[in-house]
């Protein structure tokens, strides 16, 4: 079965940086980026909410939500089963329990589009 292992969540001042990081395995004889691949957050009390994701069938496209937009950059390395939010001119309200997901989606949104998830990492930015 397919595991997600976020990291480089944390403490950042508003207009900081972070870098997250997912290191998938478990591919049940298909490759990372065959699956459907996302970025989700959530704060308490709120469902979760799309991020950033990308899509085998959407070659070179890459989506995220408005508020994100021209702030963060999803990228990967595939050699090495990773993929990265790069988290720039963080806000306030970006805070939030930061989630990967994968799953047999095309350009999935909401969380009920993948299958499987990391256990999050949490980000908290201050004003």
């Known amino acids: 079965e397919v595991q997600l292992v976020e990291s480089g969540g944390g403490l950042v001042q508003a207009g900081g940086s972070l870098r997250l990081s997912c290191v998938a395995s478990?591919?049940?004889?298909?490759?990372?980026?065959?699956?459907?691949i996302g970025w989700f957050r959530q704060v308490p009390g709120k469902e979760r909410e799309g991020v950033s994701c990308?899509?085998?069938?959407?070659?070179?496209?890459?989506y995220y939500v408005d508020s994100v937009k021209g702030r963060f950059t999803f990228s990967s390395d595939m050699a090495k089963n990773t993929i990265y939010l790069q988290m720039d001119d963080l806000k306030p309200e970006d805070s939030a329990v930061y989630y990967c997901?994968?799953?047999?989606?095309?350009?999935?949104?909401?969380?009920?589009?993948?299958?499987?998830w990391g256990q999050g990492t949490q980000v908290s930015v201050s004003s």
């Open positions: 997901a994968a799953g047999w989606t095309s350009m999935g949104r909401v969380p009920r589009d993948y299958d499987y």
């Open positions: 478990g591919f049940n004889g298909y490759n990372f980026d065959d699956y459907g």
């Open positions: 990308i899509s085998p069938v959407a070659v070179n496209y890459t």
